[in-house]
């Protein structure tokens, strides 16, 4: 037995259908269209980083080297306790009218 399809009532039903739930189907779509564009947003403002950006971050990063002598000079100006005392008592300000 061997069944055939009515292509052209198949299309005119589907068109039918289609034209009666228009409001219905195009909403759907931009609700789609839009909750894929907003899941993307949210996706791309926090992006992770890669591995391979990662490893050239880290070798082109070099630490800084400082110098034991300074180091030394900084803990004796903490360790000696040394008053500072401001050149000018009285600071006016020369843009104040």
């Known amino acids: 037995m061997k069944t055939s399809l009515d292509y052209k009532k ?3 039903v589907g068109v039918f259908y289609i034209a009666k739930y228009r409001v219905v189907i195009t909403i759907f779509v931009l609700v789609g269209v839009f909750g894929f564009a907003v899941f993307r947003i949210n996706e ?3 992006p992770q980083p890669n ?3 990662l490893a050239e971050a880290i070798t082109v990063y070099k630490p800084v080297k400082i110098d034991e002598q300074t180091v030394e000079d900084i803990r004796k100006l903490i360790e000696s306790n040394v008053e500072v ?3 000018f008592n009285n600071r006016d300000n020369p843009f104040s009218e």
């Open 10 to 12: 198949l299309f005119k």
């Open 44 to 46: 791309l403002s926090d």
């Open 51 to 53: 591995e391979a950006y």
């Open 85 to 87: 005392e401001p050149q």
